[in-house]
């Protein structure tokens, strides 16, 4: 089905768009990019955003645009799905992987959405040696999708993904 083979490719060029915040990520990996649709000319993709904060999505829904432009693809609709609502969950082990070779510490556990009201105190493990002796040390780190730790092993402070 010449249809399919559309479809596969568009998704395949549309999962290749880095996350800007975390360029080691795409968006697939995230867990953001939700379905890619194409209707005669027409290319569609639904994306999730991830934190209400993150000013990301507008470069991603950008950079959707573009890559799918430069593929060949004349129309390019993309479009903000928000429920239902994203979540860390989403996210691909092998993100979670190279968040870790990245140095940021991977979301851990569920999310509060999955688990029930309570969220569970969860250790988040040192990136870079492994160590749980970790604290928190602001709720907001490089961006307002990460928190910032502190090792207290081996002092480094890293960036941790925050379940969300
Ligand atoms: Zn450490």
Redesign the pocket.
Known sequence: MVTDTLQTDAWRIAAAVADPEVPVLTIEDLGVLRAVTVDGDVVRVDITPTYSGCPAMDTIRDDVILALTAAGYSQVEVRLVLSPAWTTDWMSDAGKQKLSQYGIAPPSGRSALSSGPIRLAISVR??????LD?REVSRFGSTSCKALFE?R????P?DHFKVH
């Open positions: 040192c990136p870079r040696c492994g160590s970790t090792c092993a081996c002092l480094e890293f």
